[in-house]
């Protein structure tokens, strides 16, 4: 199945299902901003850390049962990671589809935890190595990765917080490339609008 029509699929098939329901209260739309704190492995080199800006938008589905505790949703976001001392730039939109369990409080406030599946679709990631006198070899990776998340929040109205953890992706090196594990974690910033 093509990439863009699934993401397509999951921002319009809750909005066909709320159709004739409340959907003030079945279905959400959020921008999420957020803080990426990426740590790169590479074979034989010492381990790199970044910190870099997230974009991303979240629809989420509460379902109808268990006092809409439980929902569902899905969350595209860009991420990149640039590490210029070993020449390894990586790009890529995250395709996030997760459960959510909510823990409302009073007056509109509530706790949440996740539970995420999720694609990483590269947009550029290129690896550069030294042949010595030979000069460079630049290498290009367009391999879709998948990995799991975890994370919980607090949710204020329309405005929320949440921590989420990753875990690591692993990239198994060929004869010219070199392996490589990249992990990170997130902090991100919710705006509901609507």
């Known amino acids: 199945m093509n990439i863009r029509l699934a993401i397509i699929l999951l921002f319009c098939l809750p909005a066909m299902v709320c159709l004739g329901q409340d959907s003030y209260r079945t279905f959400h739309l959020t921008f999420t901003p957020g803080l990426d704190f990426g740590r790169l492995t590479i074979e034989n080199s010492p381990e790199y850390r970044r910190t ?3 974009l991303g938008g979240e629809v989420e589905f509460l379902l109808p049962v268990y006092k809409q505790k439980w929902g569902i949703f899905a969350e595209p976001a860009f991420q990149s990671f640039n590490e210029e001392s070993v020449a390894f730039r990586y790009e890529s939109v995250e395709v996030s589809l997760g459960v ?11 706790f949440f935890i996740n539970l995420i599946s999720l694609m990483d679709a590269p947009i550029k990631h290129t ?26 929040g607090f949710r204020a109205k329309r405005v929320s917080v949440e921590g989420r953890f990753y875990t690591q992706r692993v990239r198994e090196g060929t004869q010219l490339a070199l392996s490589y594990y990249y992990g990170k974690a997130s902090i991100i910033f919710g705006f509901r609008l609507f």
């Open 52 to 54: 870099n800006i997230r």
């Open 100 to 110: 959510r369990h909510y823990f409302y409080l009073k007056n509109r406030f509530s």
């Open 127 to 152: 690896q550069q190595y030294s042949l010595g006198a030979y000069g460079n070899i630049v290498l290009e990776d367009d391999s879709i990765a998948a990995g799991f998340a975890g994370g919980g």
